[in-house]
């Protein structure tokens, strides 16, 4: 998330002290969150805009800017940007109408947003350790039997730091088959705070489940964090429920935030060239539209 001393201070103190966890009580409890998103979403929140450009060296080219400015912090933050899921695109690359290339390549998975992938294998019974947080595919999903069709697949999981575009979409053409909304206490989703409380067993949530034309059955979840004040997904037509690769799917409002896929067993293999690019945490860093991994 990019967060000042001073800012990691504040997560140790919450996270690591008593004094601190009972503040946190207060904090994570879903009016205090509501209050935050009400004033982000305020005018009285416009200042904050130019400050936070600064801070993150946020790149504003190819951002729609409203006439006048952005009226809110939360407008900002959920900002439109031309191309937003084209990926890597070379100058030769044509573009559709929509700004996305127009030739998509059968058998690739798409990264659905601009974060930083973390590939983890499904083995059996294991309960995951997603940076020091410890639960199961079955606590996640709240579903014994869906957990089960994913056993001994594929779980990728994109971290979106603060300064990231925070619209995404879709990464494969699909059927979605089941939509569910998982309500949970809202939590950062800093290391800090991954060592102290067990954050995707309590955060927001919500996932669709779909039926991929070239991956089989696949689970696409956000997850929300601290000060998160909704997850902004967008409606599905009620005529059909096809989905489209690069098609947005919604948006995070303010904080940093969490995109899960689950693919079941032998459904794809990451890309080897990406695994090159890992930072010092062993974290890949993805473009949105950028073809991460294709069928085997």
């Known amino acids: 998330m990019g967060y000042s001393m001073k800012e990691s201070a504040s997560l140790r103190f919450l996270y690591g002290t008593a004094p601190g966890r009972l503040a946190l009580r207060f904090l994570i409890q879903p009016k205090v969150s509501k209050a935050a998103g009400r004033f982000l979403s305020s005018r009285a929140s416009a200042w904050i805009v130019p400050y936070f450009i600064r801070k993150h060296g946020i790149d504003m080219e190819g951002v729609e800017v409203p006439q006048g400015g952005f009226p809110s912090f939360n407008a900002f933050f959920a900002r439109r940007r031309r191309?937003?899921?084209?990926?890597?695109?070379?100058?030769?690359?044509?573009?559709?109408?929509?700004?996305?290339?127009?030739?998509?390549?059968?058998?690739?998975?798409?990264?659905?947003?601009?974060?930083?992938?973390?590939?983890?294998?499904?083995?059996?019974?294991?309960?995951?350790?997603?940076?020091h947080t410890r639960f199961s595919l079955e606590d996640l999903l709240r579903d014994k039997a869906l957990a089960a069709r994913f056993q001994d697949g594929l779980a990728l999981v994109f971290r979106l730091t603060p300064a990231n575009y925070h619209r995404y979409c879709y990464v494969a053409d699909g059927t979605v088959l089941r939509h569910r909304r998982i309500a949970g206490k809202l939590h950062c989703v800093r290391p800090i705070a991954l060592r102290e409380i067990p954050v995707f067993a309590q955060n927001s949530r919500e996932y669709q489940l779909m039926r991929t034309k070239n991956f089989g059955l696949m689970v696409q979840m956000e997850i929300g964090a601290l000060l998160v004040g909704k997850i902004c997904n967008e409606r599905l037509s009620m005529e059909t429920n096809h989905v489209h690769a690069r098609e947005e799917k919604g948006y995070f409002e303010f904080g940093g935030s969490t995109i899960m896929l689950l693919l079941e067993k032998g459904a794809v293999t990451v890309r080897e060239e990406l695994y090159t690019r890992r930072n010092a945490d062993g974290e890949i860093p993805v473009r949105a539209g950028e073809e991460i991994a294709g069928t085997r």
Not at 99 to 122: E, K, Q, R, V
Request: one cysteine or more.
């Open 83 to 131: 191309n937003a899921f084209a990926g890597v695109v070379s100058e030769t690359e044509d573009l559709n109408d929509s700004g996305n290339p127009s030739d998509m390549p059968a058998g690739c998975l798409l990264s659905p947003c601009d974060g930083f992938l973390t590939p983890i294998p499904i083995h059996g019974n294991t309960i995951f350790d997603i940076k």
